[in-house]
């Protein structure tokens, strides 16, 4: 909770906090008097305020007793009704589109398959299904308020725009917040998807109450993100948590832990050693699987010789970043708890901690809904200040 700023600021800073404690349980003013710190009378200044926009409603609890005969308590919730977010995530060839009330809870949800690669007429159809999807009954007419959109690559933080992604090369020369903006009259954000799989982690997954910590995804390359003092720490340009270009030495050559430690890494180090007779000539990583899992020589030998490496860098993050937690995200996960456990196997230290996120994959568009969220709470408190400057 933020004390001592400038009144509006904090004022609009501790309806958010309040916003965010309610949208994960339903709470008194009493309670939320407690978890904060603030007064009683500050908490109902905020709350009143939270009335006056509509973001809240009261609810009736009982505490104890059966047959509901314990005493009747007032709690607030936040009302789902008041509008509605989206988000696209581009960060799989499977493109998701997905509508939520203001509680994060999905009314809506659908798929494009098959989209390596984003062209204009890709995003037309985005459009066109997502216009469909607003004018479902189940949408019930409620405001869209904000879009979030997760995309792979280095995203400029500062101008919202794609700086480098071999999957939007087609169409880099559109502003894809403005697209989206013109065409649904909403605010727009674009954001790194790892760095909205970092927030997933920290809101709902197994980073919830870790301050400081990392995100390192290995899938066909490599990416990441940084949790800083209770922060996703996005840098100067919005590249931080790049670690796929951190280098390392393998025989003479000096090379990126994404040419070495990849999932396209480890299937070039297999090709290298001669195709074992389990996996064809265009074997995937799903067949690199279950070839590990069945114990084949030739394959275990490329994927461990690509964990020790891997570990390695883990344990210089650790020691760099001064934290005590790593969640690893991607395919890499197919691989299994012997991965992991030659990951931990290179650590310096024993509460040094790496585990798999538990998410199934689903961390950029749960994060890209709940930064829609925040965008949407900017959009309704800018419009209480606008009506006031009138």
Do not use: W
Not at 32 to 39: F, M, V
């Amino acid at each position: 909770m933020v004390k001592g700023k400038d009144q509006t600021y904090a004022r609009d800073s501790n309806v958010k906090a309040v916003f965010r404690l309610l949208s994960e349980n339903d709470l008194s003013c009493s309670e939320l008097a407690e978890i904060t710190g603030l007064s009683k009378p500050a908490i109902t200044n905020i709350t009143l305020e939270m009335f006056r926009l509509n973001l809240i409603k009261t609810g009736v609890k009982t505490d104890g007793g059966k047959l509901a005969l314990g005493r009747k308590r007032t709690y607030l919730t936040i009302n789902p009704d008041f509008g509605m977010v989206a988000a696209v995530d581009f960060s799989t060839v499977v493109i998701t589109i997905r509508l939520c009330d203001m509680v994060g809870n999905t009314i809506e949800q659908r798929q494009l398959a098959d989209s390596e690669f984003i062209s204009e007429e890709i995003l037309e159809n985005i459009t066109a299904l997502l216009r469909e999807m607003l004018a479902l009954p189940s949408v019930g007419g409620k405001e869209l308020l904000a879009l979030c959109i997760a995309a792979s690559g280095m995203v400029d933080s500062r101008n919202n725009r794609i700086v480098v992604s071999p999957k939007f090369q087609a169409c880099k020369d559109i502003n894809l917040c403005e697209y989206f903006s013109q065409r649904f009259s909403c605010r727009v954000e674009l954001k790194n998807d790892m760095n909205l799989a970092l927030l997933s982690e920290c809101r709902r997954g197994k980073l919830k109450g870790v301050s400081n910590a990392a995100m390192l995804y290995v899938d066909s390359g490599i990416g990441g993100a940084l949790l800083i003092d209770d922060k996703v720490r996005e840098g100067e340009r919005g590249f931080a948590g790049e670690f796929g270009l951190i280098t390392v030495r393998k025989g003479r050559k000096k090379l990126p832990i994404d040419a070495v430690c990849s999932i396209n890494a480890i299937k070039d180090s297999i090709r290298e050693r001669g195709i074992p007779d389990c996996l064809s000539e265009n074997f995937h990583f799903a067949d690199v699987v279950t070839a590990y899992y069945n114990g084949d020589k030739t394959v275990v030998s490329a994927v461990e010789e690509s964990a020790e490496v891997l570990s390695e860098v883990i344990g210089n993050l650790f020691v760099g970043l001064d934290c005590r937690k790593i969640i690893i995200s991607g395919r890499v996960i197919r691989l299994g708890e012997t991965y992991l456990n030659k990951l931990r196997a290179g650590l310096r230290r024993q509460d040094y901690c790496v585990e798999f996120s538990g998410l199934n994959g689903n961390g950029p568009i749960m994060g890209a809904i709940f930064e829609a969220v925040n965008i949407a709470l900017d959009v309704v408190i800018a419009r209480r200040l606008n009506t006031r400057n009138r």
